[in-house]
């Protein structure tokens, strides 16, 4: 498996991240599978990157070529979301990025659950997390949607 690394996004990552959430396969895969307004992106993630609730993790491989994202957002829950850029997926890549960034977030916030919703047609997506040792919590609906619960908590506990 390839060696990886992240750093947490900065500002100028905002074309980068914007690429990645236009991608036809990540819109499809979204609860919201409209494309994502330039402006409004950019208001967004700004926002997001000053958010004491929110972490963007960016991965790099061996080479230091940005492979993917994990976000973790902490509202009413904590809830994730990856993301893996086009030219680097089938490479095992989201399990490793998933584990990692949890690992690291849950080291900080113990007591937390880390809450993922995924379509039951994202099958990629689902073995990814179960393999970074997310449990299912059963199938609801997410806004008409079908999806599968997931749930991974610290080892502490």
């Known amino acids: 498996m390839s060696e ?65 994202q994990v976000r973790i957002d902490k509202n009413d829950e904590t809830v994730i979301g990856i993301s893996v850029d086009k030219k680097h997926r089938g490479k095992n890549y989201a399990s490793q990025m998933l584990v990692m960034s949890t690992n690291h977030y849950l080291r900080k916030h113990t007591n937390e659950k880390i809450y993922a919703y995924i379509k039951t047609s994202n099958k990629a997506s689902y073995k990814s997390f179960v393999n970074a040792g997310f449990i299912e919590d059963g199938v609801i609906n997410v806004l008409n949607e079908k999806s599968y619960k997931l749930y991974k908590k610290s080892n502490d506990e």
Request: charged share 30%; aromatic share 18%.
């Open 4 to 68: 990886l690394n992240f750093r947490f996004a900065e500002e100028k990552d905002v074309d980068l991240y914007y690429d990645w959430a236009n991608d036809s396969e990540v819109r499809e895969n979204s609860y919201n599978q409209d494309p994502i307004d330039y402006d409004n992106h950019v208001k967004w993630f700004k926002n997001k990157l000053n958010s004491s609730g929110c972490k963007f993790y960016i991965f790099l491989n061996e080479l230091n070529e940005p492979i993917g």
